[in-house]
């Protein structure tokens, strides 16, 4: 089986280096879709329904088909008449400027019926709630429960049981770059510059879409500002695009503006979770059931993955989704995860409470794990747990603090990924495959992997990424790139260096297995009596570039990923204010290709969590329907103010090679907040976010003496 | 954007003929932070749009017998300013407050008191609110955590400027032009609460603009203070925010002025908060009780009840400092 070389052998993997296009992208070089504009280029717009449910009656386009500049105008964009949620597309136009297209949206009449909605959980789960769909009910029936040994007597078993109901928001992606596409036709090719997380699954999706056959359809996507899943799929921008420049004979660009962003391009699911867990006195777990319901939009997929990473004998869980009239989920960043850690972790504490037991001790009787066990104890060392208040809210002063933790888990590994290596005379070397970089930093660990093994620096590597026409990857999503796209770099290296070594050695008239490539060199053995350049040998292949092909293969990545999180709060209870002082991220991370993107990876992680934990919220108007807060202004996002100290530890096992990254330290930020805030202040916020009108509501439910009970 | 017409006069005497009478014809811009956004959005569609920056003589800050500041000063400018740090607190300080360098650099003084409310349905295009000539303010039956528990109705906006509390709180005038000339209002006269004015939040006819506003020498003995609180640090509006200028005689409070923002469709002044205080020294229980009343007036709507527990800390901690730099 494939080996990576050991850590003390490695020159540049395992260390930290700057990625390769961070130059090209704070200087404005880096290209994004939005920035390829072909002479010629039209901009496209959607007109959106402004209601959250109705029958569109009539679409009056004579007036904005007037407007100089309009080139294309499309009514069909609904299948069928009916819309199901606000910002659901129903035109497009393509016009000489996108000032032009927003205002031709704005000159289409459309008539609607309008139709009653439930545009958020409580209203859709209410009896009597107008349907999404016609032929179905709002709450789905729960399928294929968890259930595991016998619940009622695990519970009859337990010393202490604890039920609570937890409740987490819907989160949206907020790429920084809106989703989009450019969009040209060259004949019967479509070539498409898209922002994107999968250039292959858009062109097999888009494809299909327009009946034409993948083979003509050309997917490229050089950089990307954001996705973290809302891209994977093939987006219905880029085919209304496809259809209008098709139309309109020439490329059109078509960029959703923030407002559809937020209202159409995906979300996190929100969750009601209700909970029970009982506990033996040595803290052992013996029972646990839970029902969560959750929505995915018109969407489905609001799964919460409860027990979250706790093994317990006995086991009942069901889930049902929720259909509103509100905007399809789409995966983002450890789908279902976040939400079961906010309220497991706190039932946990719950319980510790009651049992008179340090939550930490708690974590570590259950732990199954053999990573996370040792992670537990370095985090905890790292935040200072004995800190931690023995009395929660027991601080004098307005301000308090607290300590909290959670832990966080992940599945996916690697697999198929294909790539094509061509060693130049000139000693460069090009890599092609078709994977994206969609700001993780893949670009730069295609590079590294090709130095790495043939001895060479970086400057020497081109990687080319992100085509549908270079050979297969899958999507970045999962957690999946680095242990898909890795392994097949380095045994596409593998086979050149191979090639390379039978040349080699006939020059030096040596066994081929003997060479060594090293520093820029290739030398004829181990004594290294003999060698010559890179440059040199690369000479030798004279006219012919050496290609070859590899693939993933097996023994250099593995899947699984455990880690935890310490994070310190200080509460001021005059105004409801948390302020997230630090966060330890303990991050499990196998091989570490490159220390700084990897713990680039877990910053980026933590900062969105804290961000989920106290500002993001998606509000639905109850009156229209509507997204109320489509804009940065009043949908919240951690700014740079809001970050705090974030110590990451990555927690490197080399030997079981390349895991994801990119998910899991995600998945503890808020609840290791919510339990912190809990050891500060001694009440319990049982829902996201935690803002500071829900700690202020909650200090002032307290009675004044505080009962035990 | 729907198309306008753009005018940048470079004198005062150029405005009469150019503003309309008629509200949301013509408009007039400053540094833009807020009309543009509210133009891109189609929330306004004016006829004509006057640039003021232009015009010589509207920007500056000059000390003297109190100060003058032009209406064209930035936020920047205000925050950055000695004088004013040291004599003026409370108005560098809330100047500092608002929003990020950014748009302290471009928005000024003028078009800080004059911005239009930050209400969300005020702000989407699809809700056809009560300013906005609808038939109802959305507020009451919908999402209010942000709206108004003092001088709400019929609509439950808030005024969203920093510097207005802090200006209102030092004795500020406002200077202004018209067709008819110049004129004076004192802070204590500008704004309008919606019950009285639907369609603006202050007493400027639409033909008149502000030139400055002057503040007078603060008594010996004056400290001032301006405590903002947003849900997050890094650009946000006010949840409330209270402006307190103290005259203190010894260790007794001969005169005070406290003016709470975010909370009112107005900088909304608490004469009865003033009233615990005037004449006596500032101790807990003072302090507590000037805190109970300043909230005494409030009638929350369903979603921001939090914001009377908010607003009677924040004016407890506003007096609290004060009190500590005696
Ligand atoms: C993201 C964001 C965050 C913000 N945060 C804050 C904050 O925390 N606190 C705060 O107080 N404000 C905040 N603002 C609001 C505001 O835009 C600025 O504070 C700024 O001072 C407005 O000034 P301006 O010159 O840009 O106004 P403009 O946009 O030019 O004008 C605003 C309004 O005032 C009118 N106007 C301008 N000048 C005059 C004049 N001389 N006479 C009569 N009418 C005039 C205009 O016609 C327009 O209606 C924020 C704005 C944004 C976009």
Request: hydrophobic share 40%; glycine share 10%; charged share 25%.
């Amino acid at each position: 089986m494939a080996k990576w070389k050991s850590l003390k052998d490695m020159s540049i993997l395992s260390t930290a280096y700057p990625r390769l296009d961070g130059m090209d992208k704070v200087t404005g070089r880096a290209r994004y879709s939005s920035d390829v504009r072909p002479a010629g280029m039209l901009y496209g717009r959607l007109l959106t329904s402004p209601y959250p449910a109705a029958k569109v009656v009539d679409i009056d386009v004579s007036r904005a088909a007037k407007l100089a500049g309009v080139h294309v105008i499309l009514t069909n964009l609904l299948e069928g008449k009916a819309v199901r949620y606000a910002g659901q597309p129903v035109a497009a136009v393509a016009a000489d400027t996108p000032e032009i297209a927003a205002d031709a949206v704005d000159l289409i009449r459309v008539k609607y019926e309008k139709l009653p909605f439930a545009a958020d959980l409580d209203s859709a789960m209410q009896e009597g709630a107008p349907r999404v769909f016609s032929d179905r009910e709002n709450i789905v029936a729960a399928r294929r429960p968890t259930q595991k040994g016998d619940v009622d007597a695990g519970f009859a078993a337990a010393d202490v049981v604890v039920e609570a109901t937890y409740r987490t928001q819907v989160q949206t992606h907020s790429c920084l770059e809106t989703h989009g596409s450019m969009v040209e036709w060259k004949g019967e090719d479509l070539y498409v510059y898209d922002s994107t997380q999968g250039v292959h699954s858009v062109r097999e999706g888009l494809a299909k879409n327009l009946g034409i056959s993948p083979t003509q359809v050309h997917v490229i996507c050089e950089h990307m500002g954001g996705g973290f899943g809302s891209k994977l799929q093939p987006g219905f921008y880029t085919a209304h695009a496809a259809r209008l420049a098709k139309k309109a004979g020439r490329p059109v660009q078509l960029m959703l503006t923030r407002k559809q962003d937020f209202l159409s391009a995906g979300n996190r699911p929100d969750s009601l979770q209700k909970l029970k867990l009982g506990a033996k006195k040595d803290g052992s777990l013996v029972a646990f059931s839970g029902t969560t319901w959750g929505t995915a939009g018109i969407g489905r997929g609001a799964r919460v993955r409860q027990p979250f990473i706790y093994e317990i004998p006995n086991v009942y869980a069901e889930h049902h989704d929720v259909y509103t009239n509100a905007g399809a989920a789409r995966a983002f960043r450890a789908p279902g995860c976040p939400q079961a850690s906010f309220a497991m972790e706190q039932l946990l504490d719950e319980v510790a409470e009651k049992l008179n037991m340090d939550p930490l001790d708690l974590r570590l009787k259950n732990e199954t794990n053999a990573t996370r066990r040792k992670e537990w104890k370095i985090g905890a060392e790292k935040i200072g747990w004995q800190r931690r208040r023995k009395t929660p809210g027991s601080d004098s002063g307005p301000v308090k603090r607290g300590l909290g933790l959670g832990a966080s888990i992940w599945w996916p590994g690697g697999r198929g990924t294909r790539a094509t290596m061509t060693v130049f005379p000139d000693g460069k070397v090009e890599i092609r495959c078709g994977t994206q970089d969609i700001g993780t930093g893949t670009r730069t660990i295609v590079a590294a992997i090709a130095a790495e093994e043939l001895g060479i620096g970086l400057e020497m590597i081109r990687p080319l990424i992100g085509q549908s026409d270079f050979p297969y990857s899958g999507g970045s999503g999962g957690s999946t790139t680095a242990p898909s796209v890795a392994p097949a770099i380095k045994n596409t290296s593998e086979k050149a260096k191979a090639k390379l070594a039978e040349i080699a050695s006939g020059f030096f008239g040596a066994s081929a297995e003997d060479i060594i490539f090293e520093n820029g060199r290739v030398y004829m053995d181990k004594s290294r009596k003999k060698s010559m350049s890179w440059q040199e040998i690369c000479q030798l292949l004279e006219t012919q570039p050496l290609t070859v092909h590899g693939e993933w293969v097996e023994g250099l990545s593995s899947a699984g990923v455990a880690g935890c999180q310490f994070a310190e709060v200080a509460v001021d209870t005059e105004t409801g204010a948390i302020r997230v002082e630090k966060v330890v991220a303990v991050a499990d991370c196998g091989l570490v290709l490159d220390r700084l993107t990897t713990e680039s990876q877990v910053n980026g992680a933590v900062i969105q969590g804290v961000s989920y934990a106290l500002y993001e919220n998606r509000l639905m108007d109850p009156i229209t329907g509507t997204m109320i807060n489509a804009d940065f202004e009043n949908y919240k996002i951690a700014g740079a103010l809001e970050v705090p100290e974030i110590e990451v530890v990555l927690f490197d096992e080399p030997e079981r090679g390349v895991i994801g990254i990119g998910e899991p330290p995600t998945i503890p930020t808020s609840a290791a907040i919510a339990n912190a805030v809990y050891n500060a202040i001694g009440v319990r916020l049982r829902s996201l976010p935690m803002t500071p009108d829900r700690v202020l509501d909650a200090l002032d439910a307290q009675p004044v003496t505080r009962k035990e009970d | 954007m729907e198309n306008f017409e753009y005018f940048a006069p470079d004198s005062l005497d150029a405005l009469p003929g150019l503003l309309s009478r008629k509200r949301e014809r013509t408009m007039v811009l400053a540094g833009g932070t807020d009309l543009l956004d509210m133009l891109k959005e189609r929330i306004v569609k004016p006829e004509k749009v006057i640039n003021l920056k232009g015009i010589a003589g509207l920007k500056g800050i000059q000390h003297g017998e109190g100060v003058r500041i032009g209406a064209l000063t930035t936020i920047a400018e205000i925050a950055a300013d000695a004088g004013l740090k040291r004599e003026y607190t409370v108005l560098a300080q809330a100047a500092r407050s608002i929003a990020t360098p950014q748009l302290r650099n471009m928005g000024t003084l003028g078009g800080n008191l004059c911005q239009r409310p930050r209400c969300w349905y005020f702000r989407g295009r699809e809700y056809v609110c009560l300013k906005k000539g609808g038939s109802k303010c959305f507020a009451p039956e919908g999402l209010n955590k942000y709206n108004a528990i003092i001088g709400g109705g019929p609509s439950f906006i808030v005024h969203p400027s920093d510097s207005a509390p802090a200006l209102q709180a030092l004795q500020a005038t406002v200077h202004t032009f018209g067709p008819q000339g110049e004129d004076s209002i004192p802070m204590d006269e500008f704004f309008e609460l919606p019950i009285d004015n639907l369609r603006a939040e202050n007493v400027l006819e639409p033909n008149e603009i502000i030139t400055a506003v002057s503040i007078p020498k603060p008594a010996p003995g004056t400290r001032s203070a301006y405590i903002k609180f947003r849900e997050k640090q890094s650009l946000d509006f006010a949840i409330s925010s209270v402006a307190a200028v103290l005259e203190m005689e010894g260790s007794r409070v001969r005169d005070l002025r406290i003016v709470l923002g975010g909370v009112a469709p107005i900088p909304w002044r608490s004469q009865v908060a003033e009233d615990e205080l005037r004449g006596k020294k500032l101790s807990d229980e003072t302090i507590r009780r000037a805190a109970e009343a300043a909230v005494s007036e409030a009638q929350p709507l369903s979603q921001n009840r939090y914001k009377i527990t908010l607003t009677r800390n924040l004016v407890a901690r506003t007096l609290r400092q004060l009190a500590a730099q005696g």
